[in-house]
Structure formats: structure tokens, C-alpha cells
């Protein structure tokens, strides 16, 4: 991310007829995106969907760009749509700052280019297959109104923003509604979940967290 704020996940998993590409990372890592894509064989015309797990900058900020670029279309949830439609990641927060709301697209680079409209809209449940990916979207929200993850037919998650793993895995430091965020974890902790791959940190077990993370009884 801009001037060292950290990294974000972008995460191309290749399925039995092209590639599903989970977030895009910043605008400004545009080219190293591009070269990573290529190098692991995804071209124009075999990037089947782009799934954004919400519609943060950090995460949406290549999206319209991959779109034209590869003729892929653009997946996420109709409660985050507004972020990319309108360049504001605010719009349908709980809370923000009107200096952030100001700072945040120029920061980001979330120009009228990068704005879009998703070409699909998928919700609790939704089975990805049609796009060649076996997983299910879970809507996860908390971290934004419209979070999702993916789930895949091997117990693995790619989660968004709900969970991190920056210095050890655990709830996102950034919440809009933490009370919603923690049900979302209530919701994953009994799906059998494998491995967490996080938007930020690297990927790990689900049991680890579930472990480190266990309220004490009392």
C-alpha cells in the first residue's frame, strides 16, 4: 500500500477452464500485478472473475483496470457496491472521519477510472461454480456492511478483511461494527474452516485463532 502502510493479498487461484482472482490490490502496484498474472499464465481472455471480498481501495483499487484489461467481470456484494460506484469507502460506514473521506480516494488513487459498477452481485450462500471455482460466498460483515468470503470445497477461506494475521491471526484492527464482526466469527468458527488466507498477513490455520481467540468461561 502507499507509503508503507503495509501490504495487501490479492490471491489468483487457477480452476479447470481459467483463473479466479480474489481482490486487486492498490492502483499503484498496477504493473507488478500485472506481471504476476502473466507470469502464472493468466491473460486476456482466461481470467473468468474478478471477486472483490469488499470495496476498500486497497482491495478494488485495480478492478475496473483487470476488467478492461482481461474482459473479466466484476463480482462483489450489493451492500459495498456504493464504495466503488461513487469512489467513497465511507459510503455506507457506520462512522468516519471527514478528513480521512478526503485523504482516503486522493491516498489511494480511487480516481473516476477506477469507479465502477459490479457486473454481478452474489449473496450468502451463492455458489461460485459457474465460474469454474467449487466454493460458496459467505457474507462475513463487520469489517463493511458488504465483506464476503470465499469458501472452497477444500475447507479453505479467503476472508477479506474480517480476520488478519499482521503480527498473529485475529480480528481485523479496523471494524465498522464489531458486535457484527463477531458473529461473523461465530458463523466461521462451526464450518470446519482449513486454512485462513487474510486480505493482510499470511494465511493460517483456522484452529489457531479459534484457539488464541476462545473466550474464557466463567
Known amino acids: 500500500m502507499p507509503y508503507r502502510l503495509g501490504s495487501v493479498n490479492c490471491y489468483l487461484i487457477k480452476t479447470g ?8 490490490g492498490c492502483r499503484g502496484r498496477r504493473t507488478e500485478l500485472e506481471k504476476e498474472l502473466e507470469s502464472a499464465g493468466c491473460k486476456p481472455g482466461n481470467l473468468q472473475a474478478i471477486v472483490l471480498t469488499h470495496g476498500d481501495f486497497d482491495h478494488s483499487g485495480n478492478a475496473a483496470y483487470l476488467r478492461r484489461r482481461f474482459g473479466a467481470r466484476i463480482v462483489m456484494h450489493h451492500d459495498d457496491s456504493g464504495m466503488t460506484e461513487r469512489g467513497n469507502m465511507f459510503w455506507n460506514r457506520s462512522k468516519s472521519n471527514v478528513l480521512i473521506k478526503i485523504i482516503a480516494p486522493i491516498l489511494f488513487r ?6 465502477f459498477e459490479p457486473d454481478y452481485y452474489v449473496e450468502d450462500g451463492e455458489d ?14 463487520g469489517h463493511s456492511k458488504g465483506s464476503i468470503g ?9 476472508c477479506g478483511d474480517l480476520l488478519e494475521n499482521i503480527d498473529k491471526p485475529k480480528l481485523n484492527s479496523i471494524m465498522d461494527d464489531v458486535t457484527t464482526a463477531n458473529t461473523s466469527v461465530e458463523k466461521l468458527s462451526k464450518l470446519g474452516i482449513r ?14 485463532f479459534i484457539k488464541n481467540n476462545r473466550q474464557p468461561r466463567i
Not at 477452464?17 to 486487486?24: A, F, H, P, Q, W
Not at 480511487?110 to 469507479?115: A, L, P, T, V
Not at 470465499?150 to 479467503?158: E, Y
Not at 488466507?197 to 484452529?207: A, E, V
Open 150 to 158: 470465499v469458501l472452497t470445497g477444500s475447507a479453505d477461506l479467503f
Open 17 to 24: 477452464t481459467g483463473y479466479i482472482l480474489i481482490d486487486t
Open 128 to 141: 461460485l461454480s459457474e465460474n469454474g471455482l467449487d466454493a460458496r460466498v459467505l457474507h462475513i460483515p
Open 195 to 208: 486454512t485462513v488466507y487474510p486480505g493482510h498477513g499470511r494465511p493460517f490455520p483456522m484452529d489457531v
Open 110 to 115: 480511487f480516481g473516476k477510472s477506477e469507479r
